[in-house]
C-alpha cells in the first residue's frame, strides 16, 4: 500500500487553506477525523473497512438532534439540560449504560446518582466522613510536575489547575474510603454523589449521623433548589456540582470503565494497532486540534464496539501523548488519555501558539467536543471541526502549526483539513 491523497484539492487564497479529500476509511473517527461514513456500493450502509468512503469534512448537523437546527447558529437549537446536569447524567452512565444520557428531567438524574450510591454498600455517614478528606501540598506538586513533563511550555505561572486539584483531593477521599475497609469499585460508587451533589462544605455536618441516608439528602437537596427558583434566586434547579463531577470521571471513571493502566496493556487486550492490519491508519499531518500531526488508528469489533487512537506526534515523529475514544454498544462513549510513557494519565497539552501549551483534563477536555450541542450528550466519536470552529493559527503571517507529512509511512492514509488560517 503507498500513501495516498484521493480527489485531493489544495487552494491558497488569502487566508483560506483548503484540501478537499475522499478516502477508504473505517467506520468510525475522532476530532481530526471526522467524516460521513457510507458503503461505496450502498450508500444506505456501511459494513466495513472494504468499500467503505469516508468524505471530509463531517456535517456540522452531526452535533445537533432538533429538527431544523443550524448547528453554526445558537438561536436555532436550545441547550435542554445544563452542564453540570449533563456531566452527572454521564457519571450515572458509567454504570447504567447510555440509555440514561436520554433523561433530560433533573430529579430523576438526581434519583440514579442517589440510588448507585445507596447500592455502593458505602453508608452515606462513612461516605460524607471520607469526602472530607483533601490532599495535602506534597500531592499537589507531585502532580503539578506530573502534569507538565514534557510539556511544550506553558501558559500563565504553571501552578496545578483547580481541576488537578481537585483530582488529587478526589484520590485522598478514594484512599480514606479504601482504609475503611470499602472496595474502590463501592468507593466511586458512593463518591459520585458526594462529588456531584454536594458543594463544598455543605454536608460538614453529616459524619456522625447515621440516620442520613441518600435518598433523603437528594431530596432535601432538590426541594432547596425547587425553593430557590420559587424565590427568583436562580432560573432552574440544578443541584449538582461541575467542577466535583468532572474530577470525579477522572479519579474514579476507571473503576467503571476498567481502563487499561498502559498502552501495552491497550495493546494486548484489543491488538497491536502498530502493526495489525486489521486496524485503519490515517496520518493527519496538521491536527486542528492539536496544531500539529497526528496518527489515527481506527478499528470496528466484532461485537460492534469501535475504538479511535489518536498519537500525537512531535520531535522526529515520535508520539508525545495517545488519546482513545472508545464506543461500545449500550455504554457511554469512553475516553482516555496515555502520556508519552505509555501510561494512563488523566491530562493532555493543547495547543495555544507554537511552542506553548495549556493543560486540560480527561475526560473533561474530550467531552468539550464529543457533544451534542443541544441535548447535551457525549456520544459524538467524529465531531465537526467546522461546528467546533477549530481553526488554523498564525501570528504575524508565520504559522503556528507544526506540518508533520515527513512522517508519513507507507500504510498512512494521508488526511489533510479544509480550515481557515487566523492570523493574530
Known amino acids: 500500500m503507498t500513501n495516498q491523497e484521493i480527489e485531493t484539492r489544495i487552494c491558497r487564497s488569502g487566508s483560506l487553506f483548503c484540501v478537499a479529500i475522499s478516502m477508504a476509511a473505517l467506520l468510525g473517527a475522532c476530532a481530526d477525523a471526522p467524516g460521513a461514513f457510507v458503503d461505496a456500493g450502498d450508500t444506505k450502509s456501511a459494513r466495513g473497512p472494504v468499500g467503505i468512503k469516508s468524505i471530509y469534512p463531517v456535517d456540522p448537523h452531526t452535533h445537533v438532534t432538533t429538527p431544523g437546527a443550524d448547528p453554526m447558529n445558537r438561536d436555532t437549537y436550545q441547550t435542554r439540560v445544563a452542564n453540570a446536569v449533563a456531566y452527572a447524567r454521564y457519571a450515572a452512565a458509567q454504570y447504567d449504560g447510555s440509555a440514561v444520557e436520554d433523561i433530560e428531567d433533573v430529579e430523576q438524574i438526581a434519583a440514579l446518582v442517589s440510588r448507585l450510591a445507596s447500592e455502593s454498600g458505602v453508608s452515606f455517614a462513612d461516605g460524607a466522613k471520607y469526602h472530607l478528606s483533601v490532599a495535602d501540598e506534597r500531592a499537589y506538586e507531585e502532580y503539578r510536575e506530573e502534569v507538565y513533563d514534557d510539556i511544550l511550555g506553558f501558559t500563565g505561572d504553571g501552578r496545578l ?26 468507593c466511586c460508587q458512593a463518591l459520585a454523589w458526594f462529588e456531584g451533589m454536594v458543594s463544598a462544605g455543605s454536608a460538614a455536618a453529616a459524619p456522625g449521623d447515621e440516620t442520613a441516608d441518600y435518598d433523603s439528602w437528594t431530596s432535601a437537596v432538590m426541594k432547596a433548589e425547587h425553593a430557590a427558583v420559587a424565590a427568583g434566586d436562580q432560573v432552574y434547579a440544578q443541584p449538582f456540582n461541575h467542577l466535583g463531577l468532572k474530577a470525579w470521571l477522572s479519579y474514579c471513571g476507571g473503576s467503571a470503565q476498567d481502563i487499561p493502566t498502559t498502552l501495552d496493556d491497550l495493546r494486548y487486550r484489543f491488538g497491536d494497532y502498530r502493526v495489525d492490519p486489521d486496524w485503519v491508519v490515517e496520518l493527519h499531518p496538521v491536527s486542528l486540534a492539536k496544531q500539529a500531526g497526528r496518527r489515527i488508528f481506527r478499528r470496528r469489533f466484532s461485537d460492534g464496539s469501535v475504538m479511535s487512537i ?15 475514544i472508545f464506543a461500545v454498544p449500550d455504554r457511554a462513549q469512553q475516553f482516555w488519555s496515555f502520556d508519552a510513557h505509555g501510561r494512563n494519565v488523566h491530562h493532555g497539552h493543547f495547543p495555544v501558539r507554537k511552542g506553548v501549551e495549556a493543560v486540560r483534563f480527561t475526560p473533561d ?34 504559522p503556528q502549526w507544526t506540518d508533520h507529512t515527513e512522517c508519513a509511512t507507507p500504510r498512512d492514509l494521508i488526511v489533510r483539513h479544509a480550515a481557515k488560517v487566523q492570523d493574530r
Open 365 to 398: 477536555a474530550c467531552l468539550g467536543c464529543h457533544y451534542e450541542f443541544d441535548a447535551r450528550r457525549f456520544n459524538v466519536m467524529a465531531p465537526s471541526f467546522d461546528a467546533l470552529h477549530l481553526i488554523l493559527k498564525s501570528r504575524d503571517g508565520v
Open 161 to 186: 489547575p483547580r481541576l488537578g486539584a481537585r483530582i488529587m483531593d478526589g484520590y485522598e477521599k478514594l484512599y480514606a474510603c479504601q482504609a475503611g475497609g470499602y472496595d474502590a469499585a463501592q
Open 310 to 324: 489518536a498519537d500525537t506526534l512531535g520531535e522526529a515523529c515520535g508520539v508525545r501523548e495517545t488519546e482513545v
